[in-house]
């Protein structure tokens, strides 16, 4: 147990659904994180979230919406997703974001139909 | 279910030096292995993984891993340490050859003296 939870651990949708992903840490951590993990692709981060602001947005399409309400808490909302955004997403979280080591949540499972 | 161990949250060795970072699992189905790493202010990538096609892996810079059953073991090494693997490695297992479903150990910081 890393101390960070997600929510739910597997989720199928239809591409005109509107979902959310959780994500929730206890670690009394700073910066979190979203990273997609495709079938034959590397790890790719999405949003980076420090003290609640949004500090990085990876080229990420608008049909992914991040949320931080407070420190200890991250949503990705989804909507009008395609099948190609399948794939396997992981919620992290870190002290801070200067080379601060990552905690990773065990992630969710999307298919998208 | 699956779980993953890493021994020694951090290490530190000597330029030139042989870097060993061990990861063992545990899973009750034939597991799928990867190491990621993460560079200083970066994103995790892809260092290796073991998809039962050959028990030991050659990754890229130089690391290798090798699957042992018997120990449930899947560690991490490079013959020469260079300043430049300064960084946090991580070992995960999954069910599949994809990398679904990851699960992650807790990490291992190498640090590399000059």
């Known amino acids: 147990e890393t101390g960070v939870t997600q929510t739910p651990r597997h989720l199928v949708m239809g591409m005109t659904n509107k979902k959310s992903l959780k994500c929730e840490q206890h670690?009394?951590?700073?910066?979190m994180y979203w990273y997609k993990q495709s079938a034959k692709k590397p790890l790719e981060l999405m949003f980076v979230y420090n003290f609640k602001e949004q500090t990085e947005n990876n080229s990420v399409p608008s049909r992914f919406s991040p949320e931080c309400p407070n420190s200890s808490h991250l949503f990705l909302h989804l909507h009008t997703l395609q099948p190609e955004d399948s794939a396997l997403y992981l919620c992290?979280?870190?002290?801070?974001?200067?080379?601060?080591?990552?905690?990773f949540g065990s992630g969710t499972q999307l298919s998208v139909l | 279910a699956q779980s993953v161990t890493q021994l020694g949250s951090h290490v530190s060795v000597s330029e030139g030096a042989l870097v060993l970072l061990r990861c063992n699992y545990s899973s009750s189905v034939p597991p799928y292995l990867f190491w990621y790493v993460q560079y200083p202010n970066q994103g995790l990538q892809l260092l290796l993984k073991?998809?039962?096609?050959?028990?030991l892996v050659k990754g890229i810079n130089g690391f290798e891993a090798e699957f042992k059953k018997s120990e449930t073991s899947f560690h991490l090494t490079k013959p020469s340490a260079h300043m430049s693997d300064a960084a946090e490695y991580f070992c995960a297992v999954s069910e599949d050859n994809a990398g679904n479903m990851l699960t992650f150990g807790g990490g291992t910081r190498l640090m590399v003296k000059p």
């Open positions: 670690l009394g951590h700073n910066a």
């Open positions: 992290a979280s870190s002290q801070g974001t200067d080379n601060e080591k990552l905690f």
């Open positions: 073991y998809t039962s096609a050959a028990t």
